[in-house]
């Protein structure tokens, strides 16, 4: 079992990045493969990334592709999403999630076993 805990998130203007940052409280995330989600209000949860137990295979979405990176360091216990280009529509509560199923990335919700409680990330035009 792990709890994760997300901070990073803020107030940016468009073209700005954020760095976001998902820890263990409780537990360690080195067994798990890691993913981002988003959401905003009346929608459903977003896949943003997904990273695998070793961090050597990677998946973004479309949206985000070339300007949020995943990534993991494994000897600090930590889970990255840099964000740069920050856009308007990137604005959304940012989840990271843990997954003990098999594979390298997912990208489905439904699949990830434990979620933090979120980071607000503001994006203003």
């Known amino acids: 079992q792990v709890q994760l805990v997300e901070s990073g998130g803020g107030l940016v203007q468009a073209g700005a990045s954020l760095r976001l940052s998902c820890a263990p409280s409780e537990g360690s995330l080195r067994s798990y493969i890691m993913g981002w989600f988003r959401q905003t209000p009346g929608k459903e949860r977003e896949f943003v990334a997904s990273i695998s137990r070793i961090g050597g295979s990677t998946s973004h979405a479309d949206s985000v592709r070339g300007r949020f990176t995943i990534s993991r360091d494994n000897a600090k216990d930590e889970l990255i999403l840099q964000m740069n280009h920050l856009r308007p529509d990137d604005t959304a509560v940012y989840y990271c999630?843990?997954?003990?199923?098999?594979?390298?990335?997912?990208?489905?919700?439904?699949?990830?076993?434990?979620w933090g409680q979120g980071t607000q990330v503001t994006v203003s035009s």
């Open positions: 999630a843990a997954s003990g199923r098999t594979g390298s990335t997912l990208t489905n919700p439904s699949n990830y076993y434990y």
